[in-house]
């Protein structure tokens, strides 16, 4: 039996990191898929991406659409477009609407609180935003407005690995664990997770990222793996060395996996997305994999054609050239062939304990 929740040990976590045997790795997707079964069932819930915007005024290392990429065009969706995405993430009977930007003060606090409240009139629809770092004001206001979730991921817990990749905005220091604890504070259900394989990133590190997703309580964990994007700095390997073998965190699908059903057993109740970026790295299975390895969220991207495009954070990303449509008729094919049905309702986080 392996150990789940709170008997599974920092030691267990790093041993299973470092697992070749594939045999053995078939024990930690099956105990994986057993408790994403027993403790949060076999629905898989589906959140309807909406990528508002793709200004950003970060410069993250990382990141296709960060400020100093100048070759990028960017795009602000307006109120109406952003509300008929909206309108038909509710016809497919989507329990939730996920707003994702970059860090866009373009999006007035203002602007995006009238955007929830009429999203709220479109029947009921969870509202989870990922804005970037925006100020406590903002935030605040979009809980009054009625927005359920934050999803922010904190991308490694290696204080010194996350402020090479994290530049600072002006005086606005980057601390995106403490703006989770008070996203948290206000209410907000929260979000947070990592890249796999950031240049730099060891797999003590990832032990550590895992034990602080436990530590945080985190309601939903985004994993997927870094993918180089050519016109960002974390691309040049003489400005950003990767570890040497062995210790260096490799981004490929079997790592991605090994870090997903370990946060499924750490954090048993949390909601976790198979995401796109895993989709990405394997588009025949990556999908199903996360699925059947612990995941239990879809994020199934409802952006109009002409901007999805261009909200390249990374390259080649999966879905980026089909429509909404096509889109949902794959993930309805892929939930049939794993047996899975979609979620109903909001989906929010399970209290079990309670
Ligand atoms: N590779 C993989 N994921 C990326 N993200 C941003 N840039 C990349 C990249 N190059 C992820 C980050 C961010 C989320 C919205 O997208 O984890 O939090």
Redesign the pocket.
């Known amino acids: 039996m392996i150990p789940t929740g709170e008997n599974l040990t920092r030691d267990d976590i790093l041993r299973w990191l470092h697992e070749p045997d594939e045999e053995k790795l078939q024990m930690l997707w099956d105990t994986a898929d057993r408790v994403r079964h027993e403790v949060v069932g076999d629905a898989v819930h589906l959140r309807g991406l909406i990528e508002v915007s793709n200004h950003c005024a970060r410069t ?1 290392r ?3 659409v960060n400020a100093e990429n100048k070759a990028v065009e960017r795009y602000r969706m307006t109120e109406d477009e952003i509300l008929s995405c909206a309108k038909r993430a509710a016809e497919y009977g989507f329990g939730t609407v996920v707003m ?1 930007a970059g860090e866009d003060e373009g999006l007035s606090g203002k602007f995006v609180a009238g955007i929830i409240e009429k999203i709220k009139t479109l029947g009921d629809l969870a509202v989870t935003l ?1 804005l970037g770092e925006r100020s406590d004001e903002d935030t605040g206001l979009w809980k009054e407005a009625g927005a359920n979730r934050y ?3 904190f ?1 490694t817990s290696d204080a010194t690995l996350y402020k090479k990749i994290h530049p600072d905005r002006g005086a606005r220091v980057s601390n995106r664990i403490e703006q989770l604890k008070r996203l948290r504070g206000m209410g907000y259900e929260i979000g947070g ?3 796999v394989g950031i240049p730099g990133q060891s797999y003590d590190t990832l032990a550590d990222d895992l034990m602080l997703m436990r530590q945080l309580d985190l309601d939903m964990i ?1 994993i ?6 050519p016109a ?1 700095p ?1 691309a040049d390997r003489s400005l950003f060395p990767e570890l040497v073998k062995g210790v260096q965190a490799l981004s490929d699908e079997t790592t991605v996996c090994k870090v997903l059903a370990l946060a499924r057993l750490l954090c048993p109740e949390a909601n976790l997305p198979s995401t796109t ?1 895993l989709a990405t790295i394997n588009r025949e299975a990556g999908r199903a994999h996360g699925l059947s390895r612990g995941a239990n969220v879809v994020m199934p991207n409802l952006t109009p054609q002409q901007y999805r495009v261009l909200y390249e ?3 080649s990303k999966a879905g980026i050239h089909e429509t909404a449509e096509i889109g949902m008729d794959a993930i309805r094919a892929q939930l049939a062939a794993l047996g899975r049905s979609a979620g109903t309702g909001y989906g929010s986080r399970k209290h079990t304990g309670e």
């Open positions: 993250c990382y990141c296709g994702q990922s999803l922010l991921r991308e997770g990592v890249m985004g997927g793996p870094y993918i180089p994007h960002t974390l970026a954070i990374y390259p």
